[in-house]
């Protein structure tokens, strides 16, 4: 492998062109191609963003022998089958969250994995945030003592279309694949692996989740609630309480700039840290700088994380009667 990272595109929608401008904040980072099932998609991707080829069809890229990994930025149900066929052909993935539709498609990917040795990441930018990075190097500090309780919130009101991605049940539409995935990752981030998943709501005439909330629950009296809708915005907040104090993490949690730690019997304790670029550069600079030294996986999002999120979605999808699947025929 090069001293260059060089990266492919698959998928050129909303969240693609939103990562896109990262990659010139990237050091030893490229991306020079990026395919979609449409030709004339993929050429005006790349002829927007400079990129040296343009793919009709995913087997194609995957077969490219000069990209060393791939980000995967298409609906969540095609997720699995493009990172086990770029697992295949010896490539690293950057899988975006959530990393697929469903627990057993997420065991695949990593199984495989491990398998090959290659490596593969979710892409939960969360976690990378600057603001996020010093959230945890205060409670791993003792700042506000034992973390007992996590509050999270991630919503927004869609007036209901069924021809839109986001309530399509089989292209992974529902509240929780897009944005329950974040308050399911902060909490786990914090708190672990939960003993119990319990969740409430409702789902839309297509079948796919409305809105969310949900408590885990841990043997020893730890929990979380959360809160996830398509049906109403909310307010992006989240709140990760201790023994001896509190973090609120200001709007919106999961990209944020500002931390305010509160100790007891302190003042308040106003804390900033920007992004750099539009927020997306921190996960490529870890896929980047992992790759460069030959890890498997990132030790700050690493795949047993990944698998735990995606059960406890899964475990919640199954009570609100929610059923996704991974799509077939996507290459």
Same mark, same amino acid.
């Given at each position: 492998?090069?001293?260059?990272? !060089?990266?492919?595109? =698959?998928?050129?929608? &909303?969240?693609?062109?939103?990562?896109?401008?990262?990659?010139?904040?990237?050091?030893?980072?490229?991306?020079?191609?990026?395919?979609?099932?449409?030709?004339?998609?993929?050429?005006?991707?790349?002829?927007?963003?400079?990129?040296?080829? *343009?793919?009709?069809?995913?087997?194609?890229?995957?077969?490219?022998?000069?990209?060393?990994?791939?980000?995967?930025?298409?609906?969540?149900?095609?997720?699995?089958?493009? *990172?086990?066929?770029?697992?295949?052909?010896?490539?690293?993935?950057?899988?975006?969250?959530?990393?697929?539709?469903?627990?057993?498609?997420?065991?695949?990917?990593?199984? #495989?994995?491990?398998?090959?040795?290659?490596? +593969?990441?979710?892409?939960?930018?969360?976690?990378?945030?600057?603001?996020?990075?010093?959230? !945890?190097?205060?409670?791993?500090?003792?700042?506000?003592?034992?973390?007992?309780?996590?509050?999270?919130?991630?919503? =927004?009101?869609?007036?209901?279309?069924?021809?839109?991605?986001?309530?399509?049940?089989? #292209?992974?539409?529902?509240?929780?694949?897009?944005?329950? +995935?974040?308050?399911?990752?902060? *909490?786990?981030?914090?708190?672990?692996?939960?003993?119990?998943?319990?969740?409430?709501?409702?789902?839309?005439?297509?079948?796919?989740?409305?809105?969310?909330?949900?408590?885990?629950?841990?043997?020893?009296?730890?929990?979380?609630?959360?809160?996830?809708?398509?049906?109403?915005?909310?307010?992006?907040?989240? !709140?990760? =309480?201790?023994?001896?104090?509190?973090?609120?993490?200001?709007?919106?949690?999961?990209?944020? &700039?500002?931390? +305010?730690?509160?100790?007891?019997?302190?003042?308040?304790?106003?804390?900033? !840290?920007?992004?750099?670029?539009?927020?997306?550069?921190?996960?490529?600079?870890?896929?980047?700088?992992?790759?460069?030294?030959?890890?498997?996986?990132?030790? +700050?999002?690493?795949?047993?994380?990944?698998?735990?999120?995606?059960?406890?979605?899964?475990?919640? *999808?199954?009570?609100?009667?929610?059923?996704?699947?991974?799509? =077939?025929?996507?290459?």
């Amino acid at each position: 492998m090069s001293n260059e990272i !060089r990266w492919g595109i =698959v998928g050129p929608g &909303r969240i693609a062109e939103s990562v896109m401008p990262d990659f010139g904040v990237t050091p030893d980072a490229r991306a020079v191609a990026v395919a979609s099932r449409s030709q004339e998609r993929a050429d005006a991707f790349a002829a927007r963003h400079g990129l040296e080829r *343009a793919y009709g069809s995913y087997a194609e890229i995957v077969a490219d022998p000069d990209i060393d990994v791939l980000y995967l930025a298409t609906p969540h149900p095609q997720h699995h089958a493009l *990172a086990m066929a770029a697992l295949r052909a010896g490539k690293a993935v950057l899988v975006e969250k959530a990393f697929t539709a469903t627990t057993a498609g997420a065991t695949e990917v990593v199984d #495989l994995a491990r398998e090959t040795g290659a490596f +593969v990441m979710e892409a939960m930018w969360t976690r990378f945030q600057p603001a996020v990075v010093e959230l !945890r190097r205060l409670v791993a500090d003792g700042a506000i003592g034992e973390v007992r309780s996590v509050q999270a919130d991630l919503g =927004v009101a869609r007036e209901y279309d069924p021809a839109d991605r986001l309530f399509a049940l089989e #292209l992974g539409g529902g509240a929780l694949l897009d944005l329950g +995935v974040y308050v399911v990752s902060f *909490a786990q981030m914090l708190l672990g692996t939960p003993d119990r998943v319990v969740a409430t709501g409702s789902v839309f005439p297509s079948g796919a989740d409305a809105e969310a909330a949900i408590l885990l629950g841990y043997d020893d009296g730890r929990n979380a609630a959360l809160t996830t809708s398509l049906r109403y915005a909310l307010p992006g907040a989240a !709140r990760v =309480v201790g023994t001896t104090g509190w973090i609120d993490v200001l709007p919106r949690f999961h990209h944020p &700039r500002t931390i +305010v730690l509160h100790r007891q019997g302190a003042e308040p304790e106003e804390i900033t !840290r920007p992004q750099t670029g539009a927020g997306y550069a921190h996960e490529l600079i870890e896929v980047t700088e992992c790759l460069r030294a030959g890890r498997t996986e990132s030790a +700050v999002m690493p795949l047993a994380d990944t698998l735990a999120v995606q059960d406890v979605l899964g475990q919640a *999808a199954d009570q609100l009667g929610v059923r996704h699947t991974e799509a =077939v025929d996507v290459l």
